[in-house]
C-alpha cells in the first residue's frame, strides 16, 4: 500500500495532506523518514504520524449511537449537524453510513457500518424486521387507534397501505409502535392519517438490537460480534 494512502486510511488526513505531512518530516516509516509519500509500506513496517503509531484497522465496522435530537444521518448538510460529527476518534468516518435514517428531531438507538450487505439486511423491505419506536402525541389517541395500525392504514401520497403493525398504549399520549417497514417519517405520518400529530420521537429498538440503558445521548460505542448477529437474526 503506497504510504499516502495508508495515512489516509489511518487517520482524518486526505491524501493531499497526507502527502504535506510527510514533506513536513511528520512521518516516519521505521524511525526513518521518508523521501515521498508514495512509497510502498509492507504490514510489517511501523509508522508514526507526530510520534503517534497508527495502526490499520481490518474488517468492517459496527457502532450503536444514542442519537441526539438536532443531527441529521448524513454526511453533507448547510444547516443542521452531523450524525458523523459525534464520531470523535474513528477513522475516516465519511466511509460510513447510517442504517436508514432517523429525522433531525428524532431520538434513540441509530447504527453506523460500512457493511453494505448488513445494512441492507435490516432495511430491505423484504425483510420486515422489526423497529420499535416511542411516540409522544400531541393529542388523547382515538379509540380504534390499535385496530387501524394493525389493518394497516393508507398514507397520504401512498399507493398502498402501511405493513401491520402493533401499538401499545403507555398512557393517553403515549405509546411504543412497532413497525416492520421504514417508509418517509412512517410513524409522524401513520399518527397523523388518525388525525394527531407526534410531538417527541424516541427509537428504542431495531432488529435485534435495542438501545443500550448505559449509553447517554450523543455517546456511541462498537457493537459486540454477538449483537452484530443477533441485530439480523430477528424479524
Partial sequence: M????????????????????????????????PKTAA?????????????????????FRYIIMNKPTGYVCTHRDSTHPLVFDLLEGIINPRDLHTVGRLDVDTTGLLLITDDGQWSHILTSPKRHKPKVYRAWLAEDLCDEAELRFERGILLEDDDTPTLPA????????????????GRYHQVKRMFAALGNHVEKLHRESMGGLELPADLAVGEYRPLTEEEIARAIAVG
Wanted: charged share 30%.
Fill in 166 to 181: 402493533q401499538l401499545q398504549r403507555i398512557s393517553p399520549r403515549e405509546v411504543l409502535v412497532t413497525i416492520h417497514e
Fill in 39 to 59: 512509497v510502498k509500506i509492507a504490514d510489517t513496517d511501523v509508522v508514526t504520524l507526530d510520534g503517534e503509531a497508527l495502526t490499520l484497522e481490518s474488517g
Fill in 2 to 33: 503506497r504510504l499516502d494512502k495508508f495515512l489516509a486510511d489511518t487517520t482524518d488526513l486526505t491524501r493531499s495532506l497526507a502527502t504535506k505531512a510527510v514533506k513536513q518530516g511528520r512521518v516516519l516509516v521505521n524511525g526513518d523518514k
